[in-house]
T-cell receptor, first 112, second 111 residues
Framework: DTAVSQTPKYLVTQMGNDKSIKCEQNLGHDTMYWYKQDSKKFLKIMFSYNNKELIINETVPNRFSPKSPDKAHLNLHINSLELGDSAVYFC???????????FGPGTRLLVL | GQQLNQSPQSMFIQEGEDVSMNCTSSSIFNTWLWYKQDPGEGPVLLIALYKAGELTSNGRLTAQFGITRKDSFLNISASIPSDVGIYFCAGLMDSNYQLIWGAGTKLIIKP
């Protein structure tokens, strides 16, 4: 059984488009996260949600808007995509804040 | 943002060799985590350390939580081809809820 799943796995789109990435966890965790991994493989936290409430919002452009319809889902919507948005985006979840995080397989976004 | 000092950045080793990598910080952590990322996949948790001085093994992997709580190391014994990948350390502090990450150690095994 997949613990943390993301869709799509690959996303290729044109600059200026709007796209969404979905994440679901079946671990019963309260906290979910979005990370961006750049070409140098550094993992950078973008957002953290605890019980559907935004906890951490790092310096991310407001073109990125997370939405958590319930504790098991955290989606990421990106408006007006830019070339620099090309990266791998990982969703993760943890039992609660400050606990071990478990990652999804990633969404590889390429903006042309 | 804050980042852990992870070294080495990359390692080229022969199959069968032992591997050692470490992470250091100027800050104190209450949890140290070691993850492995295979190409095209997300990071997978290898070992979690919760107590200063703790030494934990997972098969051929051994990790220790430094006594000062500012460092951790990961050893891999008798490396095999499937050990290739990027290994990340990460630390958690009680004062915030974020994982602080190292930049990763890329392990390459020479044929």
């Amino acid at each position: 059984d997949t613990a943390v799943s993301q869709t799509p796995k690959y996303l290729v789109t044109q600059m200026g488009n709007d796209k969404s990435i979905k994440c679901e966890q079946n671990l019963g965790h309260d906290t979910m996260y979005w990370y961006k991994q750049d070409s140098k493989k550094f993992l950078k936290i973008m957002f953290s949600y605890n019980n559907k409430e935004l906890i951490i919002n790092e310096t991310v452009p407001n073109r990125f808007s997370p939405k958590s319809p319930d504790k098991a889902h955290l989606n990421l919507h990106i408006n007006s995509l830019e070339l620099g948005d090309s990266a791998v985006y990982f969703c993760a979840s943890s039992r609660s804040l400050g606990k071990t995080q478990y990652f999804g397989p990633g969404t590889r976004l390429l903006v042309l | 943002g804050q980042q852990l000092n992870q070294s080495p950045q990359s390692m080229f080793i022969q199959e069968g060799e032992d591997v050692s990598m470490n992470c250091t910080s100027s800050s104190i952590f209450n949890t140290w985590l070691w993850y492995k990322q295979d190409p095209g996949e997300g990071p997978v948790l290898l070992i979690a350390l919760y107590k200063a001085g703790e030494l934990t093994s997972n098969g051929r992997l051994t990790a220790q939580f430094g006594i000062t709580r500012k460092d951790s190391f990961l050893n891999i014994s008798a490396s095999i081809p499937s050990d290739v990948g990027i290994y990340f350390c990460a630390g958690l502090m009680d004062s915030n809820y974020q994982l602080i990450w190292g930049a990763g150690t890329k392990l390459i095994i020479k044929p």
